[in-house]
């Protein structure tokens, strides 16, 4: 609820705020979870202030989307669990530093393209596209910025899904956490609309708050759950293989093994 709301105010921060929790509760929901509740709540938002959208650097975002999604995907394939969950960490990190410190970026094909390429990985891997576009239009009007920021993530968001769906990374267990999260989502989404056009000063600050916080917990919970894990196994002499108890169907991602009952 509160993470749409943020996103319908200020163009960004739903995955910013959801993906450090989720990733503690379940690291294998990242990025599935967060993809599907963002695609139609970042179709609205583009919307409903779609003629405020300068669509000149958006060939090379988009082009930098393609590219950047299939990177992506061989990493989050292939990563381990504990580097996954500090991946999504260092992800968040990176764009509350990049937001807190106002780095400002010139925009033009070069940076555009860059800039969609980093978003692809980020969202494949964390479900977290949204700093490096950010960054891009860092300056911009909240009119402009909302929409804009919100057209490229539509966009982003289709490949992201689409390349999850043919390699078979998106389970019936996902559909299902959806029908229980759109309603919140919905919900703040719908509010934000109340308080899109005051100043999103004071929201900043609390994005940027829980973006540099955030993922400090994550990272230390990841770190001290391995360490305690490597003990236990060494104690116990032997390594039991874990089953992924979250999908209906294999994966090369199952090996991690789930937290899920």
Request: with cysteine; glycine share 8%; charged share 10%.
């Amino acid at each position: 609820f509160a993470s749409a709301a943020i996103q319908g105010i200020l163009g960004f921060g739903f995955a910013v705020i959801s993906s450090p929790i989720l990733v503690q509760i379940e690291p294998l929901l990242v990025p599935q979870i967060l993809s599907l509740l963002a695609l139609p709540m970042t179709f609205r938002i583009y919307q409903r202030e779609q003629s405020k959208v300068d669509w000149k650097p958006f060939k090379f975002l988009f082009l930098g989307r393609i590219i950047g999604g299939p990177l992506g995907l061989l990493l989050l394939i292939n990563l381990s669990e504990q580097l996954l969950s500090i991946s999504v960490g260092a992800i968040v990190l990176f764009g509350g530093l990049a937001t807190h410190y106002g780095w400002i970026v010139k925009r033009n094909n070069k940076t555009s393209w860059i800039a969609g390429t980093l978003s692809g990985v980020f969202a494949m891997i964390a479900g977290v596209g949204g700093p490096p576009i950010a960054i891009l239009y860092r300056g911009t009007s909240g009119n402009e910025f909302r929409p804009s920021l919100n057209a490229v993530f539509t966009f982003g968001i289709t490949i992201t899904l689409s390349l999850l769906l043919i390699s078979g990374e998106i389970f019936r267990d996902h559909l299902i956490l959806i029908l229980y999260l759109a309603i919140p989502v919905a919900i703040g989404l719908r509010l934000s609309s109340f308080f899109s056009n005051i100043s999103t000063l004071s929201f900043n600050s609390i994005i940027n708050l829980c973006a540099v916080l955030s993922p400090i917990p994550l990272i230390d919970f990841i770190l001290s759950t391995s360490s305690d894990q490597t003990a236990s196994l060494i104690s116990d002499g032997e390594i039991d293989d874990k089953i992924c108890l979250l999908y209906t169907s294999p994966s090369p991602r199952d090996q991690r093994g789930s937290r899920m009952p």
